[in-house]
């Protein structure tokens, strides 16, 4: 196992288009967070997921952004009508009842 | 809202000597775990330590030590014999399960220099 994987890890779009990011957890870890990081901040939590339940959502998540997670397995989230200052990394990070591991990211610049 | 404060955005330390960096946190929660995680320049979040409230021993993870006072609600990480590939961002994050998610609730990180 490589670890959780994430694809893009760069998107450069313009304002206004939509925007899909994967993640690929550690295959038996049935927990997957989405957190959002911008410059010189720590992450902020996004979503979370058990297997294929969107259980939690944070009020940063506005009506544009979407998660799924089909059969508990890879998550993707989706921005909509994207803004400028929806420019930040993206982080996706799995667990099994303990610590979180994360991807790499995905870093999202909109112009 | 949970809030955690790391008050030394930057710290540098000596090849070889030791650094204390801190961590404070607010909680109503009783139960929870606390972490420290690394994440160096342009690589991906990685984990340094873990502590579990319940415990009052202090976690050890070799040369990387806590110093957990969880009535003072502080969490600070000791590095010992620092080593260049020390140098990184620093970010401690306690996790609450009180709100059924195990979200991780990051301070802003303290960016730490090692000099040779």
């Known amino acids: 196992d490589t670890g959780v994987s994430q694809d893009p890890r760069h998107k450069i779009t313009k304002r206004g288009q939509n925007v899909t990011f994967r993640c690929d957890p550690i295959s038996e870890h049935n927990r997957l967070y989405w957190y959002r990081q911008t410059l010189g901040q720590g992450p902020e939590f996004l979503t979370y997921f058990q297997n294929e339940a969107q259980l939690e959502k944070s009020r940063l998540l506005s009506d544009r952004f979407s998660a799924e997670r089909p059969k508990g397995s890879f998550s993707t989230l989706e921005i909509q009508r994207t803004e400028q200052g929806d420019s930040a990394m993206y982080l996706c990070?799995?667990?099994?009842?303990?610590?979180?591991?994360f991807g790499p990211g995905t870093r999202l610049t909109v112009t | 809202a949970q809030t955690v404060t790391q008050s030394q955005p930057e710290m540098s330390v000596q090849e070889a000597e030791t650094v204390t960096l801190s961590c404070t946190y607010d909680t109503s929660e009783s139960d929870y775990y606390l972490f420290w995680y690394k994440q160096p320049p342009s690589r991906q979040m990685i984990l340094v330590i873990r502590?579990?409230?319940?415990?009052?021993q202090n976690a050890t993870e070799n040369r990387f030590s806590v110093n957990f006072q969880k009535a003072a609600k502080s969490f600070s990480l000791k590095i010992s014999d620092s080593q260049l590939g020390d140098a990184a961002m620093y970010f401690c994050?306690?996790?609450?399960?009180?709100?059924?998610?195990?979200?991780?609730?990051f301070g802003k990180g303290t960016k730490l220099s090692v000099i040779p």
């Open positions: 502590q579990e409230a319940y415990k009052q």
């Open positions: 994050a306690p996790e609450y399960s009180g709100a059924g998610s195990y979200q991780l609730t």
């Open positions: 990070a799995s667990s099994f009842m303990g610590e979180q591991y």
